[in-house]
């Protein structure tokens, strides 16, 4: 079994930067794809990025992209999402996942779930 508990979430003007972490615990991931994901109140969950076990592949929303990075550290069990020049459309509830095979972009083949951050960015 692996727990993950997200971090970082919080208020933030438009323009403005977050760092998001979510650190796993209980099985090791090291092996694992891990992303994120999130949702906005009366939306679907949408994928926003994911990394391969070894940080080689990474992919992201076309509506994240060049603004979001994913990373993560294998040793300290974590990945991380540093978000920058936010939007109002990015406000959201973000959400840690992995799973035990390659990155995907939906949801339902991840196996873990962290229970989420909420990032609110005003205008």
């Known amino acids: 079994q692996v727990h993950l508990v997200e971090s970082g979430g919080g208020l933030v003007q438009v323009g403005g930067s977050l760092r998001l972490s979510c650190a796993a615990s209980?099985?090791?991931?090291?092996?694992?794809?891990m992303g994120w994901f999130r949702q906005a109140p009366r939306k679907e969950r949408e994928f926003v990025a994911s990394?391969?076990?070894?940080?080689?592949?990474?992919n992201y929303a076309d509506s994240v992209k060049g603004r979001f990075t994913i990373s993560r550290d294998n040793a300290e069990s974590t990945v991380s999402l540093q978000m920058n020049s936010l939007k109002p459309e990015d406000t959201a509830v973000y959400f840690c996942?992995?799973?035990?095979?390659?990155?995907?972009?939906?949801?339902?083949?991840?196996?873990?779930w962290g229970q989420g951050t909420q990032v609110t960015v005003s205008s």
């Open positions: 996942v992995a799973r035990n095979g390659p990155p995907h972009y939906e949801a339902y083949q991840y196996d873990y």
């Open positions: 209980g099985r090791t991931v090291n092996y694992y794809a």
């Open positions: 990394i391969s076990w070894n940080g080689g592949n990474t």
